[in-house]
């Protein structure tokens, strides 16, 4: 395995209690499929994929936080999942997408 210099955290929204939030409602599960293939399909060897528990930014779901940049985005869709994923080839950030601070 390649360490990966990208790693793409798509919230899952999984919580103790086994209850699932916005995220997961809002199909983050195909999301993360659709990152993965894209990113396979792009060559992106560099880049990881990984659902977590919730994020606790359930009104910005599906959210999506890449690391080591520390970027988050929100309401992430397939078309933002191309800007990101754009993004992470050009070192720069999808920035119509960022969760405002």
Known sequence: ?????????????FR???????????????LLQYFEQEAADRGLDGVMVSSTGCMKLCDHGPVVVIYPQGT?????DED??????????????????????
């Open 1 to 13: 395995m390649i360490k990966p210099t990208h790693h793409i955290f798509v919230c899952g929204s």
């Open 72 to 76: 988050w985005y929100g309401k992430v």
């Open 16 to 30: 103790p209690t086994g209850a699932q939030g916005v995220c997961h409602k809002k199909e983050s599960s195909a």
């Open 80 to 101: 933002a999942a191309d800007a990101i994923l754009d993004a992470i080839e050009n070192d720069t950030v999808a920035e119509e997408f960022l969760i405002p601070s």
